[in-house]
């Protein structure tokens, strides 16, 4: 029976960008649907109803939402020779990635936000100092290996490196450089756009984030 | 199935419903551990060397590993524990069960907090989102003996909180969310929830909890009237 699989997706979203590398990386076929956040498809209400967020995975007509959890649920569901594990195989390990996953959705992604969205002033440095020093954990997590997965990419790898192509906007609209700051991760990060397909095919483009990123502010009345 | 031998510690505070996930699951497998009371007022050096990025508890230490996160343990422990699951085999179903425990955790969860440290309209506003989530949960709980079916299992012991501690929270903040008439279901399901051997034999004092919430709250409310002075 022809597996059909679906992603509900908004190009920009870091969360979206995780689904869609780890599709890839197990060469999973399926429809791609951009949603238009601001006018949202009935198919997108219905998958979702409690949230009403992307991304949403529908498999066989069966949703499932949440990136870290659609993740997971790709790793469980699509296991031979073309595919990869992304999570590892001892339960301390997979604690470990779970753990870090966590972390930058809790504090990589908040101060991101508050980067975004907050006027020049106060909130905007209180938000740039947590994203710095949310990239110093990691980046103490990271040490001297290639991927946070050790020799190969994977699950922790796929979670973080969702919000590379959001550095640039980063740096640019609070003026520092996270090279600078953090050079083990900007090394890590090319590493995966230049080693990996998936993430390549996956990542959207920093400038175009970065208009986005302007219009966003403009659109709020914070720039 | 292999037997895991090594010592096995639980870092936790005996009135925290997260601390209870915990033992609940752990004694649902039958599996030994030693459990350790953290003072939150004066962590101990193992907590903060074993969590230094959250500094918070609950933390299981396993053979000398320490994982944090108390839905990261549980699923740490059905992972390598492998009898009495409570996850089910099923990726999708999995996947659903993963999703109600961090809707409960995400959107009740931190409402009732709110709730229990506010006053006034905060506290109106906070009680009017607590019962938009309860909802949600009356809905998925509608027609179950459990949440994780005909047994108990991964959603049940991450909400069992709101059969036992909510009704003592909502008392000591005077507020109400948890209205049987409203949630039939859910209090089903309550009753259901605490009368399985294992949960009924292992919860905390009420009267202790009960104090615990009073003074609590006399704190929070203090802390507020300083704000505003």
Known sequence: MADEVVLLNAWVSPFGSRVRIALDEKSVEYQYREENLQDKSPLLLQMNPIHKKIPVLIHNGKPICESLAIVQYIDETWKDDKAPPLLPSDPYQRAQARFWADYIDKKVFSSVMGILRSPKGEEQEKAKKEFIEALKVLEEELGDKPYFGGDNFGFLDLSFVAFYSWFYSMETLVHFDIEAECPKLIEWGKRCMEKKESVAKSLPDSLKIYDFALQMRKKLGVD | ?229
């Not at chain 2, 101990?44 to 074993?50: F, H, K």
């Not at chain 2, 969590?51 to 994982?67: Q, S, T, W």
């Open chain 2, 1 to 229: 199935m292999e037997e895991k031998e090594e010592e096995l510690k639980l870092l936790g505070t005996k009135l925290s419903p997260f601390s209870w996930r915990i033992i609940w699951v752990l004694k649902l497998k039958g599996i030994e551990y030693d459990f350790i009371e953290e003072d939150l007022r004066n962590k101990s050096q193992l907590l903060l060397s074993s969590n230094p990025v959250h500094k918070k508890v609950p933390v299981l230490i396993h053979g000398g590993k320490a994982i944090p996160e108390s839905i990261i343990i549980l699923l740490y422990i059905e992972e390598t524990w492998l009898k009495n699951p409570i996850l089910p085999n099923d990726p999708y179903e999995r996947s659903q069960a993963l999703f109600w425990a961090k809707f409960a955790d995400e959107k009740f969860l931190p409402e009732i907090e709110m709730a229990f440290s506010s006053t006034g309209d905060d506290q109106v506003k906070a009680v009017e989102l607590a019962t938009a989530a309860l909802e949600v949960l009356e809905g998925e709980i509608k027609g179950k003996r459990f949440f994780g079916g005909d047994r108990i299992g991964f959603v049940d012991v991450v909400v069992g909180w709101i059969a036992y501690w909510l009704e003592m929270v909502e008392e000591a903040a005077c507020f109400k969310v948890s209205n049987s008439k409203k949630f039939p279901s859910l209090h089903s399901w309550m009753n259901n929830f605490l009368e399985v051997t294992v949960i009924r034999e292992n919860l905390p004092s009420p009267d202790d909890l009960r104090i615990f919430f009073h003074d609590l709250r006399q704190v929070k409310c203090d802390s507020l009237t300083q704000e505003i002075k």
